[in-house]
């Protein structure tokens, strides 16, 4: 797709766009699809930045297919026997672009725990992890509102290089409204998960 990317803006008069920076977004198992373009020699040189929205990072252990596996007759050790069929754990590692991993905390589909993995995974010195308490896997957009395009725009910024990559190991709770602003003032109190993690 990447390399077939300058034709498709050509064919559709954006030839000025070939250029361009491009950033990757992939959301709940397009994020593996997302993955794969921006890791490793699979990376085009356009590639300059990566979204992942309620990723998937490992396929295995996504509730819905644990209880799958636990229905079938031998389904668990199948599952336990079988490597992850994507490989998008590992990829990560191979991921060197700036990087935002964008989750809701009541994801019911892909919980938490799978932006969290991303975020220990991913090879990137510019990441961060931004989770929005309120949200599921399918109204993120909806009730994250203009925090969630504001997140966006600040990609794309350091995308084109018009914002500096350490602007990705800061965070502005104002940007994430009142339940954001909250989360961000008790990031340190013990037991209240953290929206932020810091750098490994």
């Known amino acids: 797709f990447m390399k077939a990317l300058p034709d498709i803006l050509a064919s559709a008069d954006l030839k000025a766009l070939a250029a361009a920076p491009v950033v990757v977004l992939g959301r709940s198992l397009g994020s593996a699809c997302a993955v794969h373009v921006a890791s490793g020699s699979r990376a085009s040189p356009s ?15 996504l509730p819905m297919v644990q209880q799958l596996a636990q229905a079938l007759p031998g389904g668990m050790h199948l599952l336990r ?28 589909v892909s919980p938490f725990e799978q932006a969290q993995m991303a975020y220990e995974a991913c090879g990137s010195s510019a990441k961060r992890i931004m989770s929005y308490p309120r949200c599921r896997h399918n109204d993120l957009r909806s009730l994250a509102g203009p925090a969630y395009y504001q997140e966006l725009q600040t ?18 709770a104002r940007a994430r409204g009142l339940f954001g602003a909250l989360a961000g003032a008790l990031r340190c109190v013990p037991g209240v998960r953290r929206c932020f993690l810091p750098p490994r």
């Open 47 to 61: 590639v300059a930045a990566l979204i992942i929205e309620s990723g998937v990072v490992k396929l295995l252990e």
């Open 81 to 108: 026997s079988v490597p992850e069929p994507l490989g998008t754990f590992d990829k990560l590692a191979e991921v060197t672009v700036p990087t935002v991993i964008i989750h809701g905390e009541r994801d019911e």
């Open 155 to 172: 990609v794309c910024s350091v995308a084109s290089g018009t914002m500096p990559q350490e602007e990705l190991l800061t965070q502005d």
